[in-house]
């Protein structure tokens, strides 16, 4: 009989659909009831056309998880997490074309969310974060040079195509989305200062962060050209992961420079997945790396919150 760790996730992931069978059944009396909430998240789509699919494949479906067996719930739990992700998508599609049900559209993207962890959850046992360390993210040591103008070179590039992408292309796309599925509100004035403010303040401790790797650590900040040498220089002698809080100030700023509020759920997004799913796989490779060195770093330096006395 599995043991009380192995019960601990499937229980999680039945908790969860339960709550999501509760809150479905929730949002289709809100739908029936109340118009607001039926143009908000549905548009102009016909409500009992989509309950008739949606009830017995998301409600019902979420809530046979709960009582069903190991097995059966497993295929129930397969069921509506198919039927989520096909809904989020479709909805995406509609509000893309008409301007309409963006508050569905973002109320969906939450429920695949969830459904696709819980999922892994009750089949699995556990998220395979390790999915994620593939191609540039996968731990791998640069190769160890004399002189660090090569990792320096390296990091320039790096920094270009990463910022670009994540601090200019998808804040960019998260924005015109928001703007056609009229999800944009109002920024108060002076945020977009703010913004600037907290972007270039960012990009300097990023920067500085950047060059203490490359000058002093053998190797560049991106995982599969990782630095030979433990560094605790510069920014890295206030927290442990200096990088992660600049880029996630950084989105934050940019979110505030276009006053997009979805940019920054989606910087703070990154964080919670960065400091969950992908830092312990790298303090893991670290210790493997430099051992007892690391550990008492990690003992004397917070990961978040800088400590301005070292040790």
């Known amino acids: 009989m599995p043991g009380r760790e192995g019960r601990r996730p499937a229980a999680l992931a039945r908790g ?37 699919l949606d009830i017995p494949l998301f409600v019902v479906a979420s809530a046979l998880v709960v009582v069903l067996s190991a097995r059966a719930a497993r295929g129930a739990a ?93 804040p960019l796309i998260i924005t015109t989305l928001e703007q056609r599925w009229m999800l944009a509100l109002p920024a108060p004035g002076g945020v977009r200062v703010v913004g600037v403010v907290l972007v270039v303040a960012a990009s300097v401790v990023g920067l500085w962060s950047a060059a203490s790797l490359t000058t002093k650590g053998d190797g560049t900040p ?45 910087a703070l997004a990154g964080s919670l997945v960065w400091n969950y799913a992908i830092r312990p796989h790298e303090e893991a490779d670290l210790i493997a790396t430099f ?3 690391y550990v008492a770093y990690q003992r004397a330096v917070r990961c978040w919150v800088p400590r301005f006395t070292t040790r």
């Open 222 to 266: 991106l995982p599969s050209a990782a630095t030979n040498r433990l560094v605790i220089a510069g920014p890295y002698l206030l927290v442990r992961n200096p990088m992660a809080v600049a880029g996630i100030a950084q989105g934050v700023g940019v979110g505030l420079i276009l006053g997009s509020w979805m940019v920054v759920v989606y």
């Open 78 to 170: 397969s069921v509506t997490t198919l039927w989520t992700l096909l809904v989020t998508v479709s909805l995406a599609l509609y509000a893309t074309v008409t301007t309409l049900a963006g508050w569905g559209v973002l109320i969906m993207i939450a429920a695949s969310a969830g459904s696709v962890c819980a999922w892994m959850l009750l089949a699995l046992g556990r998220i395979p974060t390790e999915g994620l360390l593939i191609g540039p993210f996968a731990f791998r040591r640069a190769p160890s040079r004399r002189s660090p103008v090569v990792h320096i070179v390296t990091t320039v590039g790096q920094i270009v195509v990463f910022w670009g992408l994540f601090l200019v292309v998808f």
């Open 16 to 52: 969860y659909f339960a709550l999501q069978a509760a809150g479905g059944a929730a949002w289709w009396v809100a739908v029936f009831t109340v118009p607001f909430v039926r143009e908000a998240t549905l548009g102009d789509l016909d409500p009992v056309i989509v309950a008739a």
């Open 291 to 293: 051992g007892d060195d």
